[in-house]
Each structure stands twice: as structure tokens, then as C-alpha cells.
């Protein structure tokens, strides 16, 4: 079993940042890729940035320049450093994780439980 907690949403201003965190938990044989998804209220849900195993790292044009993400390795954990927020960043974001049990394994994706992040005008 693997369970993903995250933290650090909010109601944040105009131009603030918040930093999302999502640590994962559970006995696996290697946590594979790493990310955000989205969802705003009446939109579809879109993946915010990525870390593909490797390291590389992919981002919603929305959100280039001023999103970054990051992980910690040793600590299973994932992060978003969320810079000059606007009000079309309001959404519920959902951490992403896909892990192996075993070695040449299947690659399983869990889901958190969402953060709200509300950006006021």
C-alpha cells in the first residue's frame, strides 16, 4: 500500500506563493515519476509539472517561469514552489505518483487527496 499526504494549500493574494508538498508512504520497490495535476471549479483537470524518473521535468505553459518542482529523493517527497500566483491558479491540486513493487514490476499511479489552493484578486 502506498498513501500520499499532502500540505501546504491556502488562500493566498495576488503575487504570493505557497509550497505544496507531497510526501509518499509504504514499502515499494522504486517511486517512479512524481507530480501535480489540477483542477479548477467547471474546468477540466490538467497536469501542472512532472518529474519524470531521471529528474527531467515538465510544466504546463501556464505555469512556466513562475511554478517549480522539486523532489527529495531520500524522503519520498515531492514539492511545488508556486510563485506570483494569479486567480486562474485557484484549483484543487492533486499529487500523482507512480511506484514499481518490484524490480521490472508494473508501474502502479496513486493519487492524494488534494490541496486546495484559492488565489484572491
Known amino acids: 500500500q502506498v498513501q500520499l499526504v499532502e500540505s501546504g494549500g491556502g488562500l493566498v493574494e495576488f503575487g504570493g506563493s505557497l509550497r505544496l508538498s507531497c510526501a509518499a508512504s509504504g514499502s515499494v520497490f522504486s517511486i517512479n515519476d512524481m507530480g501535480w495535476y489540477r483542477q479548477a471549479p467547471g474546468k477540466e483537470p490538467e497536469l501542472v509539472a512532472r518529474?519524470?524518473?531521471?529528474?527531467?521535468?515538465d510544466y504546463a505553459d501556464s505555469v512556466k517561469g513562475r511554478f517549480t518542482i522539486s523532489r527529495d529523493y531520500a524522503k519520498s517527497t515531492v514539492f511545488l514552489e508556486m510563485n506570483n500566483l494569479k486567480p486562474e491558479d485557484t484549483a484543487i491540486y492533486y499529487c500523482?505518483?507512480?511506484?514499481?513493487?518490484?524490480?521490472?514490476?508494473?508501474?502502479?499511479?496513486?493519487w492524494g487527496q488534494g490541496t486546495h489552493v484559492t488565489v484572491s484578486s
Open positions: 518529474i519524470i524518473s531521471g529528474a527531467s521535468a
Open positions: 500523482n505518483v507512480w511506484v514499481q513493487f518490484q524490480r521490472g514490476g508494473i508501474r502502479y499511479e496513486y
